[in-house]
């Protein structure tokens, strides 16, 4: 089904999620839950999404990248499925992205975030998994698990001068970087 999303300004926002406890990834509920986060991913034309977003509680967050995105990054990242995820970060060294999110719409913000990480998570099926990822997918993934944390990325912007309407960014920034 379908969800409304919760927008920036909705406290759910700023909360931090709760562990979901093993049984409940075998139930028919979280079967459920991992579909509206799909379903709703795919309508609103997002390439991650995070339970909090669709007014739920709990730590669990969806990413697929599939080809050239909106964000202009050709790269592909299958559906995959973030449960009580655990990152850690594997270099200081930085790298800047223009951000957009399902809960702040028509907005875009510049981001620098560590450029490589290690996310220890469960899989759908319950399954301990590890992965080690760099550059782009290393922002998307970090953006959707803070929505786990209650945190947005406009928290993370540090020169409130990188902050664009969409049409904006298109119309001016995008020009400029093809310059
Ligand atoms: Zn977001």
Avoid at 55 to 63: C, H, K, L, P, R
Wanted: hydrophobic letters at 40%.
């Amino acid at each position: 089904m379908i969800r409304p999303i919760c927008r920036m300004g909705n406290p759910i926002l700023r909360k931090k999620a709760t562990l979901i406890p093993k049984e409940f990834i075998d139930s028919d509920e979280f079967d459920q839950l991992l579909r509206d986060l799909k379903e709703s991913m795919n309508h609103y034309g997002g390439i991650g999404i995070a339970a909090p977003q669709i007014g739920i509680n709990y730590q669990v967050a969806i990413i697929e990248l599939v080809g050239l995105n909106k964000y202009g990054e050709e790269i592909n990242f299958p559906f995959s499925v973030f449960i009580n995820p655990e990152i850690t970060y594997l270099t200081e060294e930085t790298q800047g992205f223009w951000e957009g999110c399902l809960s702040v719409p028509g907005l875009r913000g510049f981001v620098e975030r560590p450029n490589k990480i290690q996310v220890n998570f469960l899989n759908e099926k319950g399954e301990a998994k590890e992965i080690i990822a760099e550059g782009f997918l290393a922002t998307v993934i970090q953006h959707e698990l803070d929505h786990l944390e209650g945190i947005l990325y406009v928290d993370r912007i540090k020169d409130t001068r990188l902050i664009s309407y969409q049409e904006e960014f298109d119309k001016f920034i995008v020009q400029r970087t093809l310059d």
